[in-house]
């Protein structure tokens, strides 16, 4: 059974920063890229940064540079979001993603290939002013 369990969400300061954490497990297909992604209410969830099987990272226009997302060295499921230099505006729930794709057996000898999304709960980042 796959599963995406995020933590480290909490309270920061303006001008703080927050870890967050992320664990992708029981997954049997091949993992593309795991990410971070965020809500508040009333808006649509939004990317934050994602890092791929490769190592690539992408982050969205508003990190300028502030957060850094990683994965763990020794377990490739397991990525860290770090985020600095926190403001008020970006109080929000903050999802963890695995986009991972799924390799069937076609006819003859074809396959068939789709990619899918997995989400966490999600984790609570506050930051108070």
């Known amino acids: 059974q796959v599963q995406v369990v995020e933590s480290g969400g909490g309270l920061a300061h303006v001008g703080g920063s927050l870890r967050l954490s992320c664990v992708a497990s029981?997954?049997?297909?091949?993992?593309?890229?795991i990410g971070w992604y965020r809500q508040v209410p009333q808006k649509q969830r939004e990317l934050v940064a994602t890092?791929?099987?490769?190592?690539?990272?992408?982050y969205a226009g508003f990190v300028k540079g502030r957060f850094t997302i990683a994965r763990d060295t020794a377990k490739n499921t397991v990525v860290y979001l770090q985020m600095s230099d926190l403001q008020f505006e970006e109080t929000a729930v903050y999802y963890c993603?695995?986009?991972?794709?799924?390799?069937?057996?076609?006819?003859?000898?074809?396959?068939?290939?789709?990619?899918?999304?997995?989400w966490g709960q999600g984790t609570q980042g506050t930051v108070s002013q």
């Open positions: 993603n695995v986009n991972a794709r799924r390799t069937t057996k076609g006819w003859g000898k074809s396959f068939k290939q789709h990619d899918y999304d997995t």
């Open positions: 029981g997954f049997a297909d091949r993992i593309n890229s």
């Open positions: 890092v791929s099987s490769d190592g690539t990272t992408n």
